[in-house]
C-alpha cells in the first residue's frame, strides 16, 4: 500500500543550526503515529515542513506517492493536511466562529452549529460567540482542534493537544481520534506524555538534535524506555519529601470577589486560599473556569478599589490595590500561561525580556542599563535551565515554546521570590526538562518558599504539590490534602459533579 505521507532525506537548518538533518519518515493512512524528542530536537520544524510553513532544503516529501511542493499552509490544506500548532495562529479581535470563516467554508450560521455539535462530540466546547482575546490558552487549544476537524483532513498533526483537558475528556478525545484513524484517517501526535503516547499510538519517531534515532512500536517498552531514547540518558526518580517547618503565611486571599466585565470571561466568587512558606498549593481545574481570572488578580494585572484591597495580602500586607510592579517589589515573581506576549516579548533579546523583571538584580544603575550585568544574568538562566539557544541575544520568538518556557521559569526562580505563582509550569516541556523543572520548584518550598501552582495537568499536580484546590466555574473547592486524594476525586470536583 501506497504511504499517505512520506519524507526521504529531508533537511532544514537556520543559518548553521541544522534543525532537521535527513529525516526520513513514513505515515500511512489510518494509523496514530507519534513524534517525540526533547525540546529542540526538531519536531516543530519538521511539521512546519509537512504542513508547508518550511520549504525543505534538501529532500522530498511524497503525498500519496506522489511529489509533494508546499509552499504554504493553503497548498497543504488542499491536499488534506490539518495543523495544531503549539503557538495558535487566532485573531484576537475575531470571534471563535470569524475565525473558523477565514479558512472554512459555510456561513457563519452553519460554523456555529457544528463548532457546538463538534465541541459536544469531542469535550471541546466552546462560545462561537467568544472573542479569542478573552479565552484561555486551553480554550484557544479547543478553537484549534476543532477548527482542523471541520476541514475533515486526511491527516492531522496534533501538538500536544491533551495538555489543557482533564481527565475525563482525554478519554473522549482519544475515543475520537481512534473513529478518525478507523475511517482511514492518518494522525500525526506529538505529546510529552508518554503513558499517552503508548496508550494511543501504535508508531514512534524519535528525534534528538535534528535526526531521526529511532523508529519503533511504543507499545512494546515503558515510558521511562521512551524517556531514555529521547532524552540520551535514565530519567532521575522524582523526589517530592514531606514538608516540615511550614512557615507564616506568604500569600492569602480571603472572600474574594470579581465581577467580570467581559460577557465571555469567568466572574469569581468567595475564593479563599492561603499558601504557607515551604508549601506548594496546586490549582486544580478544566481551561476556562476562572483560572486566568485569579492569575491576574494575584499577580496584580487586575487591581481592586482601595475599599477592598485587604482580600489580598503579601506578606502579611494588603496588596489588593497594588500593581504588578509593586508587587514584585515584595519578593513576588510570577510565570503567566502565555508565554509569547505576557511572559515575554517575541521581537526582543532574551537579554532585555531578563531585563523586564529581572532589573533590579543589579541589572540597572542610576537609570541606565547595565548591558554586561544583563548578558551575564541572562547567560546563567540560559546555562542553568538547559534553554537551547544561540546565547542572551537570540530573540524570544525564535526559541521553540518548551525552550522559552524553560527561560521564562528560570528567570523568575533566579529571581529567588519569597512567593511564586506559576500557571502551566511544564506546558509543552518536554519530560526531560519538565521533570527537572517540577524538582526546581520543590527545593524552593524545601527551602522555605512559598509557592502557587496553576494547571491542568493533574499528576503534575500530584506530583510537586502538598495541596490541592480545584476551580470550577470561578468557585474554588475546599482544600485537599494530596496525600490522601486521588486523581478520581479531583477529576469530580473539576466537573462539578462533587458534592
Not at 514531606?242 to 469567568?266: C, I, M, S, W
Request: with cysteine.
Amino acid at each position: 500500500m501506497t504511504p499517505l505521507l512520506q519524507l526521504s532525506g529531508v533537511s532544514k537548518r537556520y543559518g548553521g543550526v541544522h534543525a532537521n538533518s535527513g529525516i526520513d519518515l513514513t505515515v500511512d493512512a489510518g494509523s496514530i503515529h507519534a513524534i517525540l524528542g526533547e525540546n529542540g530536537a526538531g519536531k516543530s520544524t519538521l511539521m512546519k515542513l509537512i504542513y508547508g510553513v518550511e520549504v525543505p532544503d534538501e529532500g522530498q516529501i511524497l503525498w500519496k506517492g506522489q511529489p509533494a511542493h508546499l509552499s504554504s499552509p493553503s497548498d497543504a490544506r488542499r491536499l488534506g493536511i490539518g495543523m495544531v500548532f503549539q503557538h495558535f495562529s487566532l485573531f484576537e479581535t475575531l470571534t471563535v466562529v470569524q475565525n473558523m470563516a477565514l479558512i472554512v467554508p459555510g456561513s457563519k450560521a452553519d460554523l456555529s452549529a457544528r463548532i457546538r455539535e463538534l465541541g459536544e462530540a469531542f469535550g471541546l466546547s466552546v462560545d462561537p460567540r467568544a472573542m479569542v482575546h478573552s479565552l484561555s490558552v486551553g480554550e484557544r487549544q479547543r478553537v484549534e482542534i476543532l477548527r482542523c476537524l471541520l476541514l475533515n483532513p486526511s491527516l492531522l498533526i496534533l501538538d500536544e493537544p491533551t495538555s489543557v483537558l482533564p481527565p475525563q475528556s482525554v478519554a473522549l478525545l482519544f475515543d475520537t481520534l481512534r473513529a478518525l484513524k478507523d475511517k482511514g484517517i492518518a494522525i500525526l501526535f506529538i505529546s510529552h506524555k508518554l503513558e499517552e503516547i503508548r496508550d494511543l499510538c501504535d508508531t514512534a519517531t524519535i528525534l534528538r538534535q535534528g535526526k531521526v534515532t529511532a523508529q519503533l512500536d511504543p507499545r512494546e517498552g515503558s515510558a521511562r524506555d521512551l524517556a531514555t531514547l529521547m532524552i540520551g540518558r535514565p530519567m532521575p526518580p522524582a523526589v517530592h519529601p514531606t514538608p516540615h517547618g511550614l512557615g507564616d503565611q506568604r500569600l492569602e486571599l480571603t472572600g474574594l470577589d470579581y465581577a467580570n466585565d467581559d460577557p465571555f470571561g469567568v466572574s469569581l466568587k468567595d475564593i479563599s486560599l492561603y499558601v504557607r512558606g515551604g508549601e506548594i498549593l496546586g490549582i486544580a481545574g478544566i481551561s476556562g473556569n476562572g483560572q486566568q481570572e485569579l492569575a491576574a488578580l494575584i499577580s496584580g494585572e487586575i487591581t481592586l478599589p482601595a475599599s477592598r484591597r485587604d482580600v489580598v495580602r503579601l506578606m502579611g500586607q494588603p496588596v489588593g490595590d497594588l500593581g504588578a510592579a509593586k508587587r514584585r517589589t515584595r519578593r513576588f515573581a510570577f510565570v503567566p500561561e502565555d508565554r509569547l506576549g505576557r511572559g515575554a516579548v517575541p521581537d526582543m533579546s532574551l537579554a532585555d525580556n531578563a531585563l523586564l523583571t529581572s532589573h533590579s538584580r543589579g541589572l540597572v544603575q542610576k537609570g541606565f542599563i547595565r548591558r554586561q550585568a544583563e548578558r551575564a544574568f541572562t547567560a546563567d538562566v540560559i546555562a542553568r535551565f538547559d534553554v537551547r539557544t544561540p546565547g542572551p541575544q537570540a530573540e524570544a520568538g525564535a526559541l521553540s515554546g518548551g525552550n522559552l518556557q524553560k527561560f521564562i521559569m528560570g528567570r523568575e526562580m533566579m529571581l529567588e521570590p519569597e512567593v511564586l505563582l506559576v500557571a502551566q509550569p511544564t506546558w509543552g516541556v518536554d519530560i526531560g526538562a519538565a521533570s527537572d523543572i517540577r524538582q526546581r520548584l520543590v527545593a524552593m518550598r524545601n527551602e522555605g518558599a512559598a509557592i502557587l501552582v496553576i494547571s491542568e495537568e493533574i499528576d503534575e499536580l500530584f506530583e510537586i504539590c502538598d495541596r490541592l484546590q480545584v476551580l470550577h466555574k470561578g468557585r474554588l473547592s475546599p482544600s485537599l490534602d494530596v496525600a490522601t486524594t486521588t486523581v478520581d476525586e479531583v477529576g469530580t470536583w473539576m466537573i462539578g459533579a462533587a458534592t
